[in-house]
């Protein structure tokens, strides 16, 4: 059994040059937003990495195919799908073996990025451990898979719903390096700063990108998570979007919601609750972790 990659022409064309590549996800068009606005907007954040000097390639499981890069028309097909499986490291095999129709997260993104040979990834937070994981051990495959695959992700820290201060112990203990990108403290997703002090900081995406070069040289596993600050004009700083939060995870554990369907339930209700403020600063954060990532490519090739 051969390796199920299938490489975007644009894609296949930037491996044969040695152009910088930028790996993305595909979770944020199937389960981020309505169509068309996901496909108009994974459009935009592809444009941003070609903008700054990188191909992008946006990775999903069709037709028991890894796609590295996507089409226009399988971009419109993926947008536009129902019941697309949202995968991880524990069911990307599975899908690929049934030809179903899969979004990776962060740790499936990873994954597949790696053998594709894809240093860079760009996204909008990881996952983290969820608030009461001390009683439902509810911790993302994403902390365990930066812990072992060799890719440097670009995102705007963990996401805010999740218990932050135990998320940087768990990376701590994995041995994961922590950058913030030209500040000190570790950024809160839709807020730059979290209170908590972030364990590293860089100021250059050279210096990152030759972090990501001696890791490989010192032979030690794993990639790095680059916490890049939203932008200060898209900002919702943390004691206004703080008390949504909380209501919106009230409200799901009132309903019961767990496991996969937690992520998607308070992100919808945020937005909601935001009345469209929280998806907008998303966006905008994608946009610049594209940037940040496509600079720290360059640097890589």
Same mark, same amino acid.
């Given at each position: 059994?051969?390796?199920?990659?299938?490489?975007?022409?644009?894609v296949?064309k930037?491996?044969?040059?040695?152009?910088?590549i930028? &790996?993305?996800?595909?979770?944020?068009?199937?389960?981020?937003?309505?169509?068309?606005?996901?496909?108009?907007?994974?459009?935009a954040?592809?444009?941003?990495?070609?903008a700054?000097?990188?191909?992008?390639?946006?990775?999903a499981?069709?037709?028991g195919q890894?796609?590295i890069?996507?089409?226009?028309?399988e971009?419109?097909q993926?947008?536009? /799908?129902?019941?697309v499986a949202? @995968?991880?490291? &524990?069911d990307?095999?599975?899908?690929?073996a049934?030809?179903?129709?899969?979004a990776t997260?962060v &740790?499936?993104t990873m994954?597949?990025a790696h053998?594709?040979g *894809?240093?860079?990834?760009?996204t909008?937070?990881?996952?983290?451990?969820?608030?009461?994981?001390e009683?439902?051990f509810?911790?993302?495959?994403?902390?365990?898979?930066l812990?072992q695959?060799p890719?440097?992700?670009?995102?705007a820290?963990?996401? /805010?719903i999740?218990?932050?201060p135990?998320?940087?112990?768990?990376?701590?203990?994995?041995?994961?390096?922590?950058?913030a990108?030209?500040?000190?403290?570790?950024?809160?997703?839709?807020?730059?700063q979290?209170?908590?002090?972030s364990?590293?900081?860089?100021?250059?995406?050279?210096?990152?990108?030759?972090?990501?070069?001696l890791?490989?040289?010192l032979?030690?596993p794993g990639?790095?998570?680059?916490?890049n600050p939203i932008?200060?004009?898209?900002? *919702?700083k943390l004691?206004v979007?703080?008390?949504?939060?909380?209501a919106? @995870?009230a409200?799901?554990e009132?309903?019961?919601?767990?496991?996969?369907?937690?992520?998607p339930?308070l992100?919808?209700?945020?937005?909601?609750?935001?009345?469209?403020?929280?998806?907008?600063?998303n966006?905008?954060?994608?946009?610049?972790?594209?940037r940040?990532a496509?600079?720290?490519?360059?640097?890589l090739?």
């Amino acid at each position: 059994m051969t390796l199920p990659l299938r490489h975007s022409p644009e894609v296949a064309k930037a491996r044969a040059e040695g152009a910088a590549i930028v &790996a993305l996800e595909s979770t944020i068009i199937t389960h981020g937003m309505p169509f068309p606005q996901n496909v108009a907007t994974a459009r935009a954040v592809e444009a941003e990495v070609r903008a700054h000097g990188a191909v992008p390639a946006t990775i999903a499981i069709m037709g028991g195919q890894i796609h590295i890069g996507l089409t226009e028309a399988e971009l419109d097909q993926l947008g536009q /799908a129902k019941s697309v499986a949202k @995968l991880s490291r &524990a069911d990307l095999a599975a899908c690929l073996a049934t030809g179903g129709i899969g979004a990776t997260t962060v &740790a499936a993104t990873m994954i597949c990025a790696h053998l594709a040979g *894809i240093k860079v990834f760009a996204t909008g937070g990881i996952g983290g451990v969820h608030r009461g994981a001390e009683t439902s051990f509810d911790i993302s495959a994403d902390l365990m898979e930066l812990a072992q695959t060799p890719v440097t992700v670009v995102a705007a820290g963990a996401k /805010a719903i999740l218990d932050l201060p135990k998320t940087l112990e768990v990376l701590e203990t994995q041995g994961v390096p922590v950058i913030a990108f030209g500040q000190d403290q570790f950024p809160a997703f839709w807020s730059r700063q979290s209170g908590l002090k972030s364990p590293l900081r860089m100021d250059r995406a050279e210096d990152i990108a030759a972090a990501h070069r001696l890791r490989g040289i010192l032979g030690l596993p794993g990639g790095q998570l680059v916490a890049n600050p939203i932008p200060l004009a898209n900002e *919702i700083k943390l004691d206004v979007i703080g008390p949504v939060i909380e209501a919106a @995870l009230a409200e799901a554990e009132a309903q019961g919601i767990a496991a996969k369907a937690v992520t998607p339930f308070l992100l919808n209700r945020i937005f909601e609750l935001t009345e469209g403020r929280s998806l907008a600063a998303n966006i905008a954060l994608v946009l610049n972790n594209a940037r940040l990532a496509a600079a720290i490519a360059r640097h890589l090739i």
